[in-house]
Each structure stands twice: as C-alpha cells, then as structure tokens.
C-alpha cells in the first residue's frame, strides 16, 4: 500500500538518511526501533512531508511520487491519507479536545460540521475521553493529551498512522494509558508506523520490526526473527542494552 | 519643487553636532531622575502598603495616558505659576532645559518604576529567602542577590524605554530649548524654509545613530550575561 | 494659582469635538498597517531575501526617529509630491485644499507599520512549530493553518503589546497639530491662545487624553479576556462566559 525508496535526507551536510525503503502492507503495524540520532524520526517526519527528504520516492497505491519533484496537490494528497501523531502531541491550543478532532474534518476535508461532530464524538469515545470533550488542552494530563491526538488522526480515517515516540514524553504511570489505545487501533486493523523506545508494544503488537542506525536500514523482519534470532551485531548490540531491563518488568 | 540638495545634509551635520551635548545632558538628566523616581515608585507598590501603592498606581495610570508634548507644556506654563503662587518662588526667568528635565523626569518615572517592579517580581521569591536563610541582610539579599537578576531580566525593557525617552525628547524645541533639534529649526528659518527637508533628514541622521548605538549596546550587553547563565546551566 | 474654570469647562467640550478626529487618525492607521505589518513580519520569519532587508531597514529607521521628525519629513515632502503626481494625472484637485487629516493617515500609518510588525513577528514566533506541524499533517493547507491555528494563538501574546501601540498612538496623535489637523489638541492650543489660558487648555487635553485611554484599555482588558479563555477556562466554564 505505502512504499519509500530510497529515501535521502541531510541536515547541513549531516546524512540523517542514507537511502532508506520500507514497505507498509494494508493492516501492517510497523515498528521502527533504533539508538537515538539513528534517524527514525526523521524518516517518519519525511512521509508526511513534515520535513522534505533530498530524494526519494514514494508510492502510495498508484500514486507515485518523487519526492524532489512533489507538487503540493501532490502532498496534500499525501498528507489527507496519512496521519500524525507527534511525541509532544501538539495539539491546537485554542481548540478544545472536540474541536481539535473536528478541526481536519471541517477545514481540511468539508466534512459538514454535524456530520463532523458525530464522527470526533465516536473517536474521543475510542479513546475512553467521552467525558473531556470540552477541555481545553491545558486542562488535561499529558496521557489525555495524547489520546486526543491519536483520536485526532484516527478521525480523519487515514489509510495509515504515523507515531512519532507517541510515549516517551509521558511519565511513566501514563504511557499505559496510551499504549493501551494503541493495541486497541492494532487490533481493530488500523495501518500504523509506530517509532518507539516500549520494547513490550514492539514484542506484542508489531507484526514487522524495522532496526534502523546510522540512517540505514540494518536488518527487519518479524518480531519473533529480531528479538530472538537477531542477525547483525548492531542489533544485538542495541537489544542487549535495552531487554535486560525490559525482561525484568515483566 | 527645488531640487533635493543631498549635499546639504553633512554641511548641518557640522552645525548640528555642536548642540548634541545639550541632547544628551537632557537625556542622561531625565534618566537620572526619572529612575530615581521610578525606585520611589516600584518600592511603593512592591511593599504593598496601601494608600502609597494606590498613589502610586494613580500616577503611573495617569502617565501612561500623557502625550510628552502636553506635559511639557503643563510643565512650562504651570509650573512658574504653581510655585510663584504657592511658595513664593519667581522661576520664570530660570534655564529652559529645567522644565524639560522635569518633565522627562515625571514621565520616565513612570515607565522606569514598571520595569523594575516587574523585574523585581519576577525572580523567585526563594532567591531572597535563601540568601536571608544563610545570612544575608535583607539590604544585603536585595543587593547582592536580588538586584543582579532583576537587572538581568529587565535589561530588554530598558533599552526600549531608553529609546523613546530619547525621541520623545526631541519635543523639548517646541519650548524653545535649543538643542540638536532647536538648532535645526533655527537653521532652517535662518535660510527661510529653505533645505527644511535636509536639515530633516540630517537629524534624523544623528537619531538613527543614536538609536542604534543604545540597542547594539544593549544587545551586546545581554549577549554577555546570557553568556554567564548558560555556562551555569552547562 | 487661580484656574479659570468656566474657560476649564466651556474649552472641553469644545476640546472634545476634536475626538473623532483623533480616534479616526487612531483607526485608519491600525487598519491600514495590519494587513501591511503581518505581511512584514511573515517576511522576516521566513526570510524571504531582499524583502526582508528592506523590511527590517524600514522598521529600524521608523523605531530610530521621533514621531515628530517623522510628521515635519512627510510633511514638507508629501504636499509637492502629491501635487506633482496629481498635475501628471490631470485631476482636478488643488492639494492645497485638500484636508490636511490625510497627512497624518499617512504619517501614522507608515509609523504603525513597523511597530505592529515588530509585535506580529514575535507573538507569531511564541506559538510552537507544532502547531503548524500538526495542522499540516491533518491535512490543512498554510493559510488554513495560519488562520484557524496560527494566528488565534498569536493573537493572545499579542494583545498586550498591541494595545500599548495603540495608547502610544493615541498619544501621539497630539502632534497631529503640527500639521494644522483639527484634533483634541490644536482645537484647546487655539482656544488658549485668544486668552492667554493655557494651563487650563492644557488640563483639558490632559482629562481627554486620560479618557480615551482608559476606554481603550478597559476594551482591551475585555477581549483579552474573551480570546485568551482558553488558556486558563475547561470548556465548560468557557461556555459560561
């Protein structure tokens, strides 16, 4: 369904990405593990056109665009079949938690506001924050922030999620709370590619890991192949530091 | 319409330049007095006591809501009479620069006491405790924990403020002082109104100037105290 | 110190006709530069070359020169230019009849300008590039994002600021006179200038001065209160107000 190739990205003559390609099939969740300054979200923040990679290509069903050439009807196409979830969630300041869901529909995708409302209405209830509805963003904790945030991408029904750390500025007693939400989505069929340091997310839920340093792709597969029977030093390198501790919590 | 003389314009430079101490005395009076005012002012509000706070606030509220021209001319027509019907005191024939200065002090006052009481107010509270915890006077914690930071924080303020103190006197010619602005009005009738547009631009020159100078200078000082902060943090 | 109240109370009413014109001075200039000024202050943030120079060269000499070298400038270059450019047109117009309130529209709008871009570029630069971020993956075009998103935000870090521009506007229209424009002012400076009252003219302007601005700012205060609800207010309690 959504395909990158090799996709290149610098930041003053600093290669983020040196030719990167994944593959997201329909239902697909995808998590993109990695050290830090490895590019993750760097290549996730490319898809959504949030940053513009140097070149590349990306197909989405049978639309093919080059990244260097994209137009922005091009982009905005991307943009209206994918959706973002940010670690710092973002949300609009001025808008309460309902009209932060409604707020793509009306005025990006003329969506009549009834219709609108109906559709956010459901999402927060997804998300189990029927009753905030009407907060502002600064009256709600950051777990609850965040599961706005996811009830803001899933409201525009993408074909495809993209999570950025969605967790890692959350203390640790409310990341549950996100994690949770996110199963959820998994398990309803939603597409997602989730970058993330939760180790038990990726174990559990992921149906293809993607390990990525340096900016390069180093190995991918299963979750059972990564964890387990992981091929390439940097991997095991990488697991080694992070499982112990993981095994432990649970 | 005459031609533009740009050639002009340095010629007044020269006979400019000469009344630019009389400027700036006025400035640096003003800023002077007008901070020591603005100290009376801040401490009053800060301290909480009420009927000085509220005289305080009054005074600032009335300020804020002042054209400098229409205060100069309260002062310049008022004051003479204010003091000669109430102590007696004949200052008519007194330094036009006097009434200039008292004004821009009145008004400076004003400004200056809501910088330093923001400042004031805006460090920590515990900044102050802990230097009375392992000590300090409370003179001593106001001076030499209080006072640095405020600074510190206040300086952007400060150098806005300075800047329009600067240009709001320009008005001060409209007395009759003959400052950079005064002369310029007198180069001008002098040569009936001719080149009025060029002795203009020239003092709009030297304002330029100055204005620049006092926003590099305080952008260069900021510089290095943020300098200081972030080597602390590190 | 005798004052001549009767003067006092005959010459503020009289002084008071002159406040439209002084709020109508006040408005042409936000309305004209706000547009002009947001466009300014766009152009600096996203560094767009040339422009930005010239912007950045305009505000610093409108921020580096009084308001009252500003006025005598245009105003010893503006009559002979509109008169040259109204000859080439062929109109029928004698500039020298024209009202001189134009003048200060133009004086105070050039002056507005910079301020308010000044204002504009920072409150826009308080607000997180999140926000646009997210606007923009949900799919919103700039403009979109800008104004449902940007702008809302921006608007609240702004008020502040925009209201003082608008105090000191206010203020400075009092030199407005020097342009022979009828406003509070130059109609009390006459008035005292038959009898010799001047102190009480002046008083006068004072009270006025000290009541238009009190009005602005309590209209302020309101607005501030009503865009900036939701940083402190649940929806709930927003509703309420």
Known sequence: MLELKNIHKSFNNNEVLKGVSIRVKKGDVIVILGPSGSGKTTLLRCINFLERADKGEIFFDDLRVNIRTASPADISRIRKRTAFVFQNYNLFNNKTALENVTEGLITARKVPKPEAIEIAKKALSKVGLSDRENYYPSKLSGGQQQRVAIARAIAVNPDVILFDEPTSALDPELTGEVLAVMKQLAREGVTMVVVTHEMSFARDVANHIVFMDGGVVIEEGSPDEIFSRPREDRTKQFLSRILPVWDYVI | ?234 | MDLNIRYMIDTFFLALTGVPVTLSITAVALLVSAPIAFFMAISRIYNIRIVKQVVSAYVSFIRGTPVVLQILIIYSLLPSWLNAMIKSLSWDINIFDMNPVIYAYIVFSLNTCAGLSEIFRSALLTVNKGQLEAALSIGMSAVQAYTRIIIPQAMVSALPNICNLTINLIKGTSLAFMMTVKEVTSIAKIAASYGYNYIESYLDILIIYILLCSVIQALFALVEKRIGSYKTLTGSAAKAV
């Open chain 2, 1 to 234: 319409m005459r031609p533009f003389r740009f050639l002009f314009i340095p010629e007044v430079l020269f006979d400019l330049l000469p009344f630019l101490p009389v400027t700036l005395m006025m400035f640096a009076g003003s800023v002077f007095f007008g901070s020591l005012l603005g100290f009376v002012l801040a401490r009053a509000k800060v301290r909480g006591r009420k009927v000085s706070g509220i005289l305080a606030d009054a005074y600032i509220a009335v300020m804020r809501c002042t054209p400098p021209i229409v205060l100069l001319f309260i002062v310049y027509y008022g004051l003479p009479e204010l003091l000669l019907s109430t102590i007696g005191l004949d200052i008519n024939a007194i330094e036009k620069g006097i009434f200039v200065l008292v004004t821009f002090t009145l008004l400076f006052g004003a400004v200056m006491s809501e910088i330093m009481r923001s400042a004031y107010e805006s460090i920590d509270k515990g900044q102050w405790e802990a230097a009375v915890s392992i000590g300090l006077s409370p003179f001593q914690a106001f001076y030499r924990i209080m006072l640095p930071q405020a600074t510190a924080v206040a300086l952007p303020n400060f150098s806005n403020v300075l800047i329009n103190l600067m240009k709001d006197g320009s008005l001060a010619f409209t007395i009759g002082l003959i400052d950079i602005m005064g002369k310029g009005n007198l180069i001008i009738s002098k040569n009936f109104g001719a080149y009025a547009l060029e002795t203009y631009m020239a003092l709009a020159l030297i304002y330029w100037t100055l204005t620049l100078i006092i926003e590099k200078s305080f952008g260069y000082i900021e510089k290095s105290l943020s300098r200081g902060k972030r080597s602390i943090a590190e």
